[in-house]
Each structure stands twice: as C-alpha cells, then as structure tokens.
C-alpha cells in the first residue's frame, strides 16, 4: 500500500482551519484539528503537554480567567509535504485579552501533520519566539 503524500493545498487548508479556529477561540474546531495524542511544546508553558487533552485542560482554564484571542495572523508560510505526512511553519502574530487585558505575541510555529484517511491531523505543534528584527 502506497502512502499518500498530501498536497500543498490540502495542508494549507487543515493550517487554515487550525488557525482560524484559534483567531476565533472556537476551542471545539480548533481541537477537532489535532489527534488525541498530538503533542505541544510553548516557550510560554514550563512543560511540554504530552496530548490533546492536556492542551484542552489548560485551554479551558485560560477561557474561564476571560482569555481569548482579538487577531491573529500567519505570514512567511512553508510546507514540505511527504508521504504521509507534512511540516507547516510560519510567522504568526497573535493579540489576545488575557482577561486582565491585552497582550501580543509574535511568534514562529511548527505543525506537523499526518495524513488521517482522506484528511490531515496535527501529530504535533511547537511555537517559539520570533527575535526582535
């Protein structure tokens, strides 16, 4: 059985998806794109979070303390798609109300996907600061 190797334009849109979902701090479509065992690693968390229910369990803590995200935008995308499977990275700009007020955030970020049947989960997403320049 051959993998499939999915297109650019198939994992721009599960990224999209992703993202949009985040801009909108729609916690249900934003999970709906990761596998139960997707791992996450944020330079602003202590831990690395081992799966998707972790990551659920700490996103719903920050939406009860009034979190949610005001505007969040991706630029300098790159995919590099392989048989079964492919990287996302890009530059994102995020602005959120923590519930105490607003903070922003430019970051770069890496998800990695695999393919899932006729669709495409994220396996695992990391974040890092973007520098000053």
């Known amino acids: ?6 297109s650019t334009e198939e994992v721009l849109a599960a990224a999209d998806a992703i993202i949009d979902a985040f801009a909108a701090t729609d916690g249900e479509r934003y999970f709906a794109g990761f596998a139960p ?14 799966d998707r229910a972790a990551y659920e369990a700490l996103w719903q803590g920050w939406v009860e303390g009034g979190w949610r995200v005001l505007d969040c935008r991706s630029t300098a995308r790159l995919v590099q798609a392989y048989p079964g ?30 393919v899932h049947g006729e669709q495409l989960l994220a396996v695992h997403e990391h974040l890092s600061p973007a520098s000053a320049d």
């Open 1 to 6: 059985m051959t993998t499939r190797t999915p």
């Open 37 to 50: 065992e997707a791992s996450f690693l944020f330079h602003t968390e202590s831990a690395r979070l081992d």
């Open 85 to 114: 499977g492919a990287v996302f990275s890009h530059d994102v700009a995020t602005r959120v109300d923590t519930g105490e007020g607003e903070d922003a955030y430019r970051e770069r970020e890496t998800i990695v996907f695999r």
